[in-house]
Structure formats: structure tokens, C-alpha cells
């Protein structure tokens, strides 16, 4: 099996960052992964993607030197146990609200004894029945990492427990949701959203644990690191391409060119809906 670059990173010490492609066409994930991140962000909690297709982004990935960090939705088991066969290197857990759940994810997720995942070696992760099983297991229980995000304030309550739950590795706080339960939605920089970065840092450090969440900037990254986090998470293509695009349009509409931005044009008007909304 292919071991985890952000595991080891982590175990050493060294931040590693994680980037999320949206699109599924094989290429992005090829060419990100040729490009040396040390993690790519597949998400199954949000996204439509098929399993079938997310195998292919996987298999697409594997040329160059990027983790497959797969989300699925919260207690999908047998999904999580597919998506690791597949090949992914890391499994990112969502809405986990308690050591209990915890405990769950990690008995989905890990091979007896540590819990009860089910076994067959026929797949990538083996790969294809290539190495020994007693081996295969071993191996999978110790490089496999399992990511546990942190969204609600019942959550945020449970961190100390949930971190010193055997087998969960990264603590990982999600912003937009603990924002968004706390009654300041996307406010980030909340003096509750700073305090949560607090929390989840200070149970990670008393259970010997990981922590991380995803970041804006290299300077939001810095304060993160600061306060000890390695997991790092910045940037989306669908991100990337439409600022791409923006850029063009914005250079070209002072040489005289125009265009029908339908995407700014939603944009203001769901805004301007939300603003009558809010004065009500």
C-alpha cells in the first residue's frame, strides 16, 4: 500500500498543506498531485461525485506524490471502507460531536484489532493482492490517517474526549459550520471562532494529538502554526479559475470589452435580497 505523506509529515514535525479540487476531471487531480501538495481534498460530503468517479480521480492521482484525503458524509461506514480500498490515504470525518462517534469512526476505519473494518486485498490499497494480508493489515492500521472535524459548539464542549479517542489522529476545526451553529455565520474572525482555534489546539496538545483547519492566507496559516497546527487547508481550483477568469475580465474591460456575467449578476441580486430580508 501507498503510505501517507501527510502522516509522515506530521510525525515529523512538519506542517503539511492540503489543497481541494472540486472538478472531476482526471487531469486536475494529475496534475496537482505531479505538483507535489501533499494532500489533495476529495469531498463525497458535499459533492455528487460517485464513487466509481472518485476511484478514477484516485487512480489519477497516483502518479505523482499527493495523499487522497476523502470526506464522506457523516456515518457512511461503508462508504469509508470503499474509499479507503480505492486508495485513499487519509479519511476526513465530519460533524463529529462525540468520543463515542469517534470511537465509531475509528472502528470503520481500522482493521481488527484496533476495530472492525472489513477486509479485502483485491483492490488499489494492497494493491491487488501484492502484499501478505497479515502485513496489509498491519500496515493500514498504522499509516492510514483519520481525520476528525469538529463543527458545533456540543462538539467544541466534547474536543478533550474526542482527542483522546485511540486511533483518531487530526482534530480538525470546521469554521464554517461551528460559525454558522454559534449564530455568526462565516464570521471568521469572531472572538468565538478564535476562541474555538484555542480549544481544539489545547485538546490536541493534552491527548498528543494533531490539530488543523483550513486557512484563508499564508498569514492566517502563520497564526494557525503559531498555535500549533500542521494540518493545513488552503485553496479549491473551482477557487482558482474563477479569480482566473475575474482577472481577464476585469484587464480586457479596460481595453474597452465587456461581457454578460451572469455568475456577478446572481450574486448582486441575491445580495440585495438578503439585505431586504435582514432590514425585516
Not at 51 to 77: F, H, K, P, Q, Y
Not at 87 to 94: E, R
Not at 116 to 122: E, L, M, N, S
Not at 174 to 190: A, E, K, V
Request: hydrophobic residues 40%.
Amino acid at each position: 500500500m501507498r503510505f501517507s505523506r501527510v502522516k509522515a509529515k506530521l510525525r515529523r514535525g512538519e506542517p503539511a498543506l492540503i489543497v481541494c479540487c472540486h472538478f472531476i476531471d482526471p487531469s486536475v487531480y494529475e496534475m496537482t498531485s505531479l505538483m507535489g501538495f501533499d494532500g489533495i481534498w476529495l469531498d463525497l460530503e458535499h459533492h455528487p461525485t460517485s464513487l466509481e468517479t472518485a476511484s478514477n480521480l484516485m487512480r489519477a492521482a497516483r502518479v505523482g506524490s499527493s495523499d487522497i484525503v476523502c470526506r464522506c458524509a457523516r456515518w457512511e461506514s461503508m462508504r469509508m471502507g470503499r474509499i479507503l480500498e480505492a486508495g485513499a490515504q487519509a479519511i476526513m470525518y465530519p460533524r463529529c460531536e462525540t468520543a463515542e462517534e469517534a470511537a465509531e469512526v475509528v472502528r470503520w476505519s481500522k482493521f481488527a484489532p484496533l476495530g472492525q473494518r472489513g477486509i479485502d486485498g483485491a483492490n488499489p490499497d494492497n494493491p491487488y493482492c501484492s502484499t501478505p494480508m497479515p502485513q496489509y493489515l498491519e500496515l493500514a492500521n498504522e499509516h492510514t490517517l483519520l481525520i476528525v472535524q469538529l463543527e458545533s459548539p456540543l462538539a467544541l464542549e466534547n474536543a478533550d474526549a474526542i482527542a483522546a479517542v485511540p486511533g483518531v489522529d487530526v482534530l480538525m476545526l470546521g469554521p464554517g459550520d461551528y460559525s454558522t451553529l454559534s449564530g455568526i455565520p462565516c464570521q471568521f474572525d469572531h472572538p468565538l471562532v478564535h476562541a474555538a482555534y484555542r480549544r481544539v489546539a489545547d485538546a490536541a496538545k493534552r491527548a498528543g494529538k494533531w490539530w488543523g483547519t483550513v486557512s484563508a492566507s499564508p498569514e492566517h496559516s502563520k497564526m494557525l502554526m503559531d498555535l500549533g497546527a500542521l494540518f493545513i487547508c488552503h485553496g479549491a481550483d473551482i477557487v482558482f479559475v474563477k479569480q482566473a477568469w475575474e482577472n481577464v475580465q476585469k484587464r480586457y474591460g479596460e481595453l474597452g470589452f465587456s461581457f454578460e456575467n451572469r455568475l456577478a449578476d446572481m450574486g448582486a441580486r441575491l445580495g440585495e435580497a438578503t439585505k431586504g430580508y435582514v432590514a425585516q
